[in-house]
């Protein structure tokens, strides 16, 4: 039987980094990882509650969203969906989109708009937290 | 090698799809694998739903920031949230959030179980599939009927 051997053409500095040709190395795959266990009991939290908030009043609905306890699990909930579906988008469209400006221009909008929908879902929450009650 | 163009080719694109079979005889070749008669295996189905499921529950953030901003806004602006919500074309939103969610949550644990290198064996995979499906159309009706009694 033959020998078999195979040649790594990559130098012995940049094995050691792992960074590959994206220069991220496992950075996207593991805020994907981060995010999705983060999320397993924040969803399962939030779908509980809000049984006792469909067809609620506002002030129901403030009262809930203001209590400190929520408004926490709520940032981490709305940070952590959003940097989640930011990922994974990404990655779906990084698969489907073959033109290099058209994947880039549509990744970038596709961050673009979490970042934003994070954004206002958080000041939404916080607005509730410190103006609710006074 | 085909030496003249056969006469059973409709489309220049047949030309892939004609070869001799072992007697020598030209026979006309299925394109494989054919979206519209091959057999899906499982795990197929599975994975492209995952990722189905991913980008529908991305839409629901969106409704769930919309949502929390709507809490936040004047009572007239959360009023209308609220129809919405509670119109056919919400619930029926909801109720496919519900799913979807079902789906990616219990298909996600299995994504995490594997990258912990358990779970890789061929009967294990079709297996594990199969569980995730049954369990996902339990958990989705289990949440659907609670939220319904729920409702006020």
Known sequence: MADIHITVRRSPLGRVRGLGSAHGGVHHWWIQRLTAVALLPLT??????????????????????????????????????????????????????????????????????????????????????????? | MLERPDPRMKDSRDALMIA????????????????????????????????ATGVALSVGCLLLVWWLVAAAGSPGYFAMVEGFIGSWLGVLMLLGWVAALSYHVLNGVRHLLWDTGRGFAHEGLNGTSYVVLGATAVLTLLVWVIGFAAWR
């Open chain 2, 20 to 51: 001799r079979n072992s007697d020598g005889k030209l026979v006309r070749r299925p394109l494989s694998p054919h979206l519209q008669t091959y057999r899906w295996p499982v795990t197929m189905l599975s994975s492209i739903l995952h990722r």
């Open chain 1, 44 to 134: 399962i939290w939030f779908v509980i509650s809000v049984f006792s908030l469909l067809g609620a009043p506002q002030t129901a609905v403030a009262a809930f969203v203001a209590s400190p306890v929520n408004t926490v699990l709520l940032i981490a909930l709305v940070y952590a969906s959003l940097h989640h579906a930011q990922a994974g988008l990404q990655t779906v469209l990084e698969d489907y989109i073959h033109q290099d400006g058209g994947r880039v221009v549509a990744v970038l909008a596709v961050k673009a708009l979490c970042v934003f929908l994070g954004m206002a879902g958080i000041i939404a929450v916080l607005k509730l937290a410190f103006t609710t009650g006074r």
